[in-house]
């Protein structure tokens, strides 16, 4: 189980260098908030290990989706990662094929990573369920969960740890990788760890449960002591 950490800026960058992916992201644009290209190059230029950028919490936009994809590629993150706000399973499929296309036909190595919503009844959002199998079928490497909206509930509280367990075995059965995220503290990791997601995404738990303060290297190292 590797350790992303979501950092906003070089400063935090070199906070989380500890962290096994470092996952560039804007929070004040949203759970997924897309950050800007000249950040994430500065960011993977600097940290010289994997490198995740969020590009957004998005509408049914297929093409701004896939240009907002081929834009972080370029820019250098090596996991492009998007969430889907909206719902139906045909709109998915036409977005993340999309999304997919954009990043793979010039970077094949590079990661996709299809997220939706533990709170997807009140996001009025598709399902990580709903969504995990198109996802497979389209071509992303990863299936995520994350919270969409950052009232400080985590993900726990929509999803529990059986279902949680159950995404993660679907994910396996259908070759994507899995990786939790939203509101996850401390108190998760046992848990976290018994579900076992290839990766779990943090930011508030290493900010001290805030996560628009600064992320702290002290916590991401006591996260990763907790992880392994």
């Not at 740890?161 to 998760?188: H, I, P, Y």
Request: some cysteine; charged content about 30%.
């Amino acid at each position: 189980m590797q350790l992303l950490v979501s950092p906003s800026s070089i400063t935090e960058a070199k906070n989380s260098t500890a962290a096994d992916i470092i996952d560039v992201k804007k929070p004040s644009e949203g759970s997924l908030g897309a950050n800007f290209p000249w950040v994430i190059r500065e960011i993977k230029e600097y940290v010289k290990k994997p490198v995740s950028a969020a590009i957004g919490d998005f509408d049914f936009k297929p093409g701004g989706a896939a240009l907002t994809a081929y834009g972080a590629a370029h820019a250098g993150a090596d996991y492009i990662k998007i969430g889907l706000a909206f719902e139906g399973k045909n709109e998915a499929r036409e977005l993340i094929g999309a999304v997919v296309r954009a990043v793979k036909d010039e970077f094949p190595e590079k990661y996709v990573v299809i997220a939706a919503y533990s709170d997807f009844e009140r996001m009025h959002a598709i399902s990580p369920f709903d969504m995990a199998p198109i996802a497979a079928e389209c071509g992303a490497d990863f299936a995520m969960v994350d919270t969409g909206l950052k009232d400080r509930q985590s993900t726990f509280a929509f999803m529990d740890e059986k279902a949680l367990r159950s995404f993660t075995e679907e994910n396996r059965k259908l070759g994507l990788g899995t990786a939790l995220a939203g509101s996850l503290k401390f108190e998760d990791i046992d848990a976290l760890k018994r579900i076992d997601p290839e990766i779990i995404g943090v930011r508030g738990m290493v900010c001290g449960g805030d996560r628009t303060a600064t992320v702290r290297e002290d916590l991401i190292k006591k996260a990763l002591a907790m992880i392994r």
